[in-house]
């Protein structure tokens, strides 16, 4: 977009979240006049990197800028969602755009947040295939049908938006494992490979770690792959609930 | 040692931090590296500047291609041996393309038992399909079906499987972290990599008696590429500036289908699943360049037949500056069941939905055939002043970043993610014999770790001059101009000056954020000289290469030439020339696949 005619662009504001722990100041909305095309919707993203050539100093993650690789979460106008893929159609109201970090994590810089309490709660679900079966050298058979299972599970990109958009999850972010992590636990409860869903029930049977979810859905409604955390929550839920009559 | 201010970084006061072997980049071949060395009980690390899974592995669509005989019970690692060794134009290396294909169902299915949910065929196994340059019977059998997949989504699977299992090997990351430069001793031993924290801006030298460079590509260089904004040779311009040698650089693939516009990828598997490319007379024009093959021809024939038909008007579009590719006869239920991702994909970046409209697309940079060279156990091999190899002591590479070489002139899709997992592992493997047997390589003195301090001691001191954004931009630019599918030598002589116009720019780069804490400016700065190494080794390698091979195509030498150019290129930053390294046609099961005329 370096060789854009002054009379195909327009001007957008955009008003971005700046903190430098080192510079001691408060956290502030920074704002500017960008100038985006007039004809093409580009993405948050490419606006992002628009304000970057004019305030190098400003800070975010990405890198596939094609919605897979799951670095550039971020609070959007309000709603949190991936920069790459998410037109300034979509997200700009009044010709403004608000962008502030993933709301509930510490904010390291600017838009970055520590993503330290988020992996950790996927790790303790044991995010790997638990399997005795016999392999031979071979894959372990799977039907279609079993496959078809994961569907919905396995695509998630961690990027964070979910569980960040949960109030569950700001409330206990230690204890509650929050929906992305959840869905990556029932991604290994439902394959059929894997043969330690008693174990895997064991560790989620508490008072937090699924219970505090209250379906208030806000992970279903910002997650960019279109993924249903809550759907899977429910399943799990269900199967402990199964257990203990 | 905290970066900011002005101040420079010095060997007496660096911190250490001491491994037995690192690995640069969390992509698939470092992951797989990382698990390797992480089962073996040694003390590593994986240095990678994004969190692992936010590699550009992740972006990987189509498939893991490996003779695993599914879809075909008689299928032979020796076909897949074939068609790799006739798509790479004949300058692969034979022993690697041979281990490659000989190794590879095992850990394909390794990772299948690792958990990776491939798409499943009726009988409960790992699902193939077809892709480019594939064949059965060393070509006399007709279309195979090779590449294992999980629906389009493959590369996500296989990156998440992998992080998956080195958190089960408890594998230590240091996530966020940007490796500068290779600390060489005074035997020029790899002794490990200068390296900070991103997060603290805290650089440290990380000591190890093994490095792996698995930094993956640089498509970066071009304007327009599949590429992540990650992608920027980070390896390459370590081992540039090293004074180690990189090897075919001027072997870049442009992938026939990027989408029109946005450059991001569409995979291969449409045109395996059924899908073709039209130009805008709505002719399946591959027909003609390829009357077998087709539009499965491998993807050097398809790009170049694409861009004839756009330089002959037969575009589409308003511009007629790109080709469709027709998806909407398959039906909506296959591609929501074998190619979801791309239909998200179209939907977000060419605004259509590929069960009605067809896509549009033009070929884009895509993958690097060349780099590090390194035989079969990712042992870095550079060569000395009388041509013969000399393997670099502490230094392995695998991946995109590396040139074992597998892909020579062309790779073939689904080639990539499976030299990612065999020469990761076997890396790895040559690693943890190599500690066995015990390794000596020695302290590097204090003048050997500011000369690795050098770089970012500029960057960071830098008072005035271009920021690195306009100079990467220019580079883009010069690139895509003269180093794109078709390449002229008035086009690459023009190009050839302007990098050095660039280089020169370069040296005035100012960094003008010195702050500390998370400095993107300070990443994006260094990444840009990485780029310009990688694009400067391409220039000058593609001028020099004088045929017409695989991936590169000139109008003054439409041939290929094997009498003179049945070789790698190696090139060398320091003196900016290029010499030949001898191509292995030493296979040690089959007889050797000698050259012949490349017809699909």
């Given at each position: 977009m ?30 500017m ?16 990197q628009?304000a970057?050539?004019?305030?190098p ?61 988020f ?7 044991q ?12 894959e ?23 569980s ?37 029930l ?44 | ?66 003779a ?24 692969g ?43 059965k019977?060393?070509?006399?059998g ?52 200068i ?52 090897q ?6 442009f ?11 569409v ?13 805008k ?17 491998s993807?050097?024939?398809?790009a170049?037949?694409m ?13 007629k500056?790109h ?26 970046f ?11 697309v ?100 830098s ?11 220019d ?28 280089r ?27 780029l ?19 991936a ?49």
């Amino acid at each position: 977009m370096n060789s854009i005619a002054a009379e195909q662009l327009k001007t957008l504001k955009i008003s971005i979240y700046r903190y430098d722990p080192d510079i001691g100041k408060k956290p502030y909305m920074q704002s500017m006049d960008i100038d985006i095309p007039k004809d093409k919707d580009i993405m948050v993203l490419d606006a992002l990197q628009l304000a970057k050539e004019i305030d190098p100093t400003i800070s975010f993650r990405r890198s596939c800028r094609e919605g897979v690789c799951g670095s550039d979460g971020m609070n959007i106008n309000g709603k949190n969602g991936l920069g790459c893929i998410t037109p300034l159609s979509e997200a700009i109201r009044g010709n403004k755009l608000e962008l502030r970090p993933l709301p509930g994590l510490p904010v390291v810089k600017d838009l970055i947040v520590d993503m330290t309490q988020f992996v950790d709660q996927y790790k303790k679900i044991q995010p790997y295939l638990i399997t005795d079966k016999e392999t031979n050298g071979k894959e372990i058979p799977q039907t279609v049908e079993d496959r078809d299972k994961l569907d919905g599970l396995y695509e998630c990109i961690m990027c964070g938006c979910c569980s960040t958009a949960c109030p569950s999850f700001w409330w206990n972010p230690d204890k509650f494992l929050g929906p992305a992590a959840l869905l990556q636990a029932y991604r290994f409860i439902s394959d059929s490979r894997d043969v330690a869903t008693e174990e895997r029930l064991d560790q989620l049977e508490d008072a937090f770690s699924v219970f505090r979810c209250h379906g208030i859905m806000n992970c279903v409604s910002v997650c960019p792959k279109g993924l249903n955390p809550n759907k899977a929550i429910n399943e799990i839920k269900k199967m402990l609930f199964k257990r203990a009559v | 040692m905290a970066m900011n201010g002005k101040g420079y970084l010095d060997a007496s006061s660096l911190p250490v931090k001491e491994f037995d072997g690192i690995i640069v980049g969390g992509g698939g071949s470092g992951l797989m590296a990382g698990l390797q060395l992480a089962q073996s009980g040694m003390n590593t690390a994986v240095v990678s500047k994004v969190f692992p899974t936010r590699s550009h592995t992740v972006s990987a669509q189509g498939g893991i291609t490996c003779a695993i005989a599914s879809a075909d019970p008689n299928d032979d690692w020796r076909w897949h041996m074939y068609d790799t060794v006739k798509g790479s134009d004949f300058i692969g290396d034979q022993d690697s393309i041979e281990y490659m294909c000989q190794e590879g169902p095992a850990t394909v299915f390794e990772l299948e038992n690792m958990g990776l949910p491939f798409s499943r065929t009726e009988e409960g196994k790992i699902y193939q399909r077809a892709f480019g340059g594939q064949s059965k019977d060393y070509g006399k059998g007709g279309q195979a079906e090779r590449t294992c997949a999980a629906a389009d989504r493959t590369g996500h699977a296989l990156l998440h499987t992998l992080y998956q299992a080195n958190i089960k090997a408890g594998t230590n990351f240091l996530s966020e972290w940007f490796a500068v430069d290779l600390v060489l001793n005074d035997s020029n031993q790899v002794t490990g990599v200068i390296a900070f924290e991103i997060e603290s801006g805290e650089a440290y030298f990380l000591k190890a008696k093994a490095t792996v460079l698995a930094t993956g590509g640089a498509g970066r260089i071009y304007k327009s590429t599949t590429n992540a904004l990650i992608n920027t040779g980070d390896g390459t311009g370590m081992a540039l500036r090293a004074g180690l040698a990189v090897q075919d650089m001027e072997m870049w693939q442009f992938h026939p289908t990027g989408i029109h516009g946005a450059g991001t990828l569409v995979t291969e598997g449409c045109r395996g699943e059924g899908g073709y490319l039209i130009n805008k007379d709505g002719e399946r024009f591959m027909e003609r360049y390829a009357p077998n093959a087709k539009d499965l021809a491998s993807r050097d024939v398809v790009a170049r037949s694409m861009m004839l038909e756009i330089i002959e008007g037969r575009g589409c579009g308003p511009d007629k500056d790109h080709c469709y590719l027709k998806l909407d006869h398959l039906g909506a239920d296959l591609l929501h069941k074998r190619l979801p991702g791309i239909t998200e994909l179209s939907k977000t970046f060419a605004h259509i939905d590929p069960a009605d409209h067809p896509i549009p697309v033009v070929p884009t940079c895509h993958y690097a055939m060349g780099g590090i060279p390194t035989n079969v156990h990712g042992q870095v091999i550079t060569q000395q002043s009388d041509g013969s190899d000399k393997i670099v002591d502490g230094l392995y590479a695998a991946g995109e970043a590396a040139c074992v070489s597998v892909h020579g002139g062309n790779r073939l899709g689904g080639n990539s993610l499976l030299d990612l997992v065999v020469f990761g592992r076997s890396a790895g493997l040559h690693i943890e014999d190599s500690f066995k047997q015990g390794i000596g390589i020695s302290d590097p003195t204090s003048e050997n770790i500011n000369e690795a301090l050098k770089n970012i001691n500029r960057v960071n001191s830098s008072k005035e001059g271009e920021n690195s954004s306009v100079i990467k931009k220019d580079l883009q630019e010069v690139m895509q101009l003269s180093f794109g599918v078709f390449r002229s030598a008035k086009n690459m002589e023009d190009g050839i000056q302007e990098i050095n116009d660039i280089r020169e720019r370069s040296e005035g780069l100012h960094l003008a954020d010195k702050s500390s804490k998370f400095n993107t400016a300070r990443v994006e700065a260094l990444e840009l000289l990485n780029l310009l190494e990688v694009a400067e080794a391409t220039a000058i390698c593609a001028n020099e290469r004088k045929e017409s091979r695989g991936a590169h195509s000139r109008d003054d030498y439409p041939e290929r030439d094997d009498e003179n150019w049945l070789k790698h290129s190696i090139y060398f930053q320091e003196t900016k020339e290029v010499s030949k390294r001898d191509v292995n046609f030493r296979p040690k099961i089959v007889q050797a696949f000698q050259p012949f005329a490349r017809t699909y």
